[in-house]
């Protein structure tokens, strides 16, 4: 053979082989690519925001709880309030299992983030079907129960039992939750309040806590009608 033509064949053996590394090179090239984008797809998706897990009990914006379970709304609680509470959750201060478990997977950020955003939801009222119970409650809110030595609610969650940073906003909380911590406070059950609520409930009969639950639930239902006999 002659070597130039060897030559010539090597050659275009070598550009065979250049080109074939190019490509493969490129396509290697684009497979990186493709997965880098889609990493960063994935990442660039918003991430849940930290209150989203207590949706799924409490209800959309904390306002609207799943029916029979004992989850309060909570909408509307001042901040520094819920802030305590998921402490109390986490530290064991206060017992539920499901919310201890919970709250114990919380930060700080976590933490401040949600008592924000329900802060910053509007609460509902309860419609009321016993209208006679809710207005012996209304009494015991508005002015306490002078024999029994039990003051008004109004006293200390504010007028309109609105709530504050430190007691909890009652208007509009579902009436089977409120009579269900009135009872653990009146046992013991509950004691994460520096003694105050359970010395008040331990003073109310179980007729008298159906009432209050009762009148605080009906606050701010927005269809309220009014006439003879109506309640504030």
Do not use: W
């Not at 914006?61 to 029979?68: T, W």
């Amino acid at each position: 053979m002659n070597p130039i033509n060897a030559i010539a064949i090597e050659d275009h053996k070598e550009e065979t082989v250049t080109h074939r590394r190019k490509f493969v090179f490129l396509g290697a090239l684009g497979v990186v690519a493709s997965v880098l984008l889609s990493a960063s797809a994935v990442a660039e998706e918003p991430a849940a925001p930290p209150y989203a897990a207590c949706l799924t009990c409490h209800g959309d914006a904390g306002n609207n709880p799943i029916p029979g379970m004992m989850a309060p709304k909570l909408a509307g609680l001042d901040a520094a309030y819920t802030t305590k509470q998921l402490h109390d959750f986490q530290s064991g201060r206060r017992v539920f299992d499901a919310m201890n478990t919970l709250a114990k997977g919380l930060s700080a950020s976590d933490i401040k983030a949600a008592a924000d955003y329900f802060s910053a939801q509007t609460r509902t009222g309860e419609e009321v079907y016993d209208k006679s119970l809710a207005k012996q409650g209304q009494a015991i809110v508005q002015h306490g129960i002078y024999g029994q030595g039990v003051p008004a609610c109004a006293n200390c969650h504010n007028d309109g039992v609105t709530g504050t940073f430190r007691y909890p906003r009652l208007a509009g909380q579902k009436a089977d939750y409120v009579f269900n911590q009135l009872s653990h406070f009146k046992s013991g059950e509950r004691h994460n309040d520096f003694g105050q609520m359970s010395r008040v409930a331990m003073r109310l009969t179980e007729g008298q806590m159906k009432a209050v639950a009762e009148y605080v639930s009906r606050l701010g239902y927005p269809l309220v009608p009014r006439g003879p006999g109506a309640m504030d």
